[in-house]
């Protein structure tokens, strides 16, 4: 005969029981997990960076997070950016760029852009889905972006592997209950 709650009763009610198995570890053991633990974030660190010198970006992949680039890219994609220097910024062209004052970067489309005799390029951006350019988005008193504000251009994407993150921020108990 099983008595109630006898199934599973040794779990805690969160499921996992860390600071328990890390008791029961004799030293090697935890050393090793501790070790393990450091050699995943430093390999992801190092992977992060190897993109950024790849991809001459200072963050060479970002999730779209808003609808305003619809059709082209929906809520949710995640993009692959490359900011190469040398390479002009054309009409039509999709580019990541911030704005002094934002955090969040922002993914638009070049609609104009104005090259100066002397080889500075300015440009205006707009959302495909929007009905009016950028210059509302913008520092105050700037009308145009520059190349410095420019993160990266799209040069690839993953439809909807980024929403993941966006129910992260958006849902901060889905966080919690998945971390826990």
Known sequence: MVRAGAVGSHLPASGLDIFGDL???NKRQLYYQVLNFA????????????LIVLTGSESPIVVVLSGSMEPAF????????????EDP?????????????????????VIKVHEKDNGDIKFLTKGDNNEVDDRGLYKE???????KDVVGRARGFLPYVGMVTIIMNDYPKFKGLCLS
């Open 23 to 25: 008791r029961k570890m």
């Open 141 to 147: 008193g700037q009308n145009w972006l520059e190349k």
């Open 39 to 50: 050699m995943i974030v430093s390999s992801a660190l190092m992977i992060w960076k190897g």
């Open 74 to 85: 929906h809520r949710g994609d995640l993009l692959f950016l490359t900011n190469f220097r």
């Open 89 to 109: 910024i054309r009409a039509g062209e999709i580019v990541v760029f911030k704005v002094e004052g934002r955090d969040i970067p922002i993914v638009h489309r």
